[in-house]
């Protein structure tokens, strides 16, 4: 399984950035999607999580409704939305999956825990300047 981000970079607040994550390595359009971010010196926490079977998705409240997941099937790539982004969301912002997920209630209680996770991308920086 591989996953690669691409679309982090310098921005300025108040920006929008999309991130996206590309799988490959299994068979299959149904997995969970987890996105995460880790800035220096800080645990990493839970951004979103997707299921791209039902379309379901769950926001950190820290997103304060800034933040959209959603899937490309045809390029089959999860992308996380930010708008309005500040310098707090800077760090370095990584992917997760766990293929076969076909959806499930328990995808509330489980998908933003990093531990949820076995397959992860390399991360994306984000840097956001005032």
């Known amino acids: 399984v591989q996953l690669v981000e691409s679309g982090g970079g310098l921005v300025q607040a108040g920006d929008s950035v999309r991130l996206s994550c590309a799988a490959s390595?299994?068979?299959?359009?149904?997995?969970?999607v987890g996105w995460f971010r880790q800035a220096p010196g800080k645990a990493r926490q839970g951004v979103a999580s997707?299921?791209?079977?039902?379309?379901?998705?769950y926001y950190a409240d820290f997103g304060d409704g800034r933040f959209t997941a959603s899937f490309d099937s045809a390029k089959k790539s999860v992308i996380l939305e930010m708008r309005d982004v500040k310098p707090a969301d800077t760090a370095v912002y990584y992917c997760?999956?766990?293929?076969?997920?076909?959806?499930?209630?328990?995808?509330?209680?489980?998908?933003?825990?990093?531990?949820?996770?076995?397959?992860w991308g390399q991360g994306t920086q984000v840097t956001v300047s005032l």
């Open positions: 997707f299921s791209t079977s039902d379309g379901t998705s």
């Open positions: 997760a999956i766990d293929p076969g997920f076909h959806g499930s209630y328990r995808f509330k209680m489980w998908g933003l825990l990093s531990g949820s996770y076995d397959y």
């Open positions: 390595g299994f068979t299959g359009d149904d997995y969970a």
